[in-house]
């Protein structure tokens, strides 16, 4: 029994050792990450993150606008807003074959088939659509120069100012129901644009 007992104790005491070091192990990569990170471009780094989290953050917002956030506000401007902050993977992603053959469906599904097309897949049918059929000169020259960055600003702040004002002020854009998801998604839109223009200014 006592030896038992023993071998117990002995393998959770090599079971807490090897957790320890491996956690050590991962601390120390989380710590050269970050200086590699921070070393080599940290700005680009917080650009990239950033721009992923606005893309999400307008994606949320139009869902959440298409079911049950309904609002006087001009929010097909998201619809442009996820075209010029959207990430290159996802971009290229989108822009390709797979694309194509959602925006056909959807076209297919519109024209024949109305009454199967509901209203929520409106817009994301349009962000489809203006994904595969831009031209090059909004799909690359404007997305990766300032001015995309700039218009994905101007709909920023104008989202947040639509949203201040049907709340009945700022306070109330934080306290009303859906108020702080909606506020939080707003102000990450207007974030991304700013990091990206001050980063490329210094």
Excluded at 68 to 79: H, K, Q
Excluded at 81 to 101: C, Q
Excluded at 127 to 144: C, G, H, N, W, Y
Excluded at 180 to 195: D, K, M, Q
Aim: hydrophobic share 55%; with cysteine; net charge positive.
């Amino acid at each position: 029994m006592g030896r038992i007992d023993y071998l117990a104790m002995k393998t959770d005491q090599e079971t807490a050792a090897l957790l320890d070091s491996d956690f050590n192990e991962l601390k120390i990569a989380a710590k050269k990450l970050i200086s590699h990170a921070t070393k080599f471009g940290g700005a680009a780094v917080g650009t990239s993150f950033l721009k992923w989290v606005a893309s999400f953050a307008a994606i949320y917002l139009l869902i959440l606008d298409r079911t049950n956030w309904r609002t006087n506000m001009l929010t097909s401007l998201l619809v442009p807003y996820i075209f010029f902050s959207l990430p290159s993977v996802l971009f290229s992603f989108l822009r390709g074959e797979v694309g194509k053959w959602i925006a056909f469906i959807a076209v297919v599904l519109r024209l024949f088939f109305p009454r199967h097309f509901p209203d929520w897949l409106e817009m994301p049918g349009s962000l489809i659509l203006l994904l595969v059929v831009s031209p090059d000169f909004f799909a690359t020259t404007m997305r990766e120069h300032w001015i995309g960055v700039a218009i994905c600003l101007a709909i920023g702040c104008y989202l947040m100012q639509e949203h201040i004002r049907a709340s009945g002020g700022f306070r109330n854009s934080f306290t009303q129901s859906h108020g702080i998801s909606n506020t939080l998604g707003i102000i990450l839109l207007i974030v991304f644009p700013i990091w990206a223009l001050l980063t490329r200014v210094v």
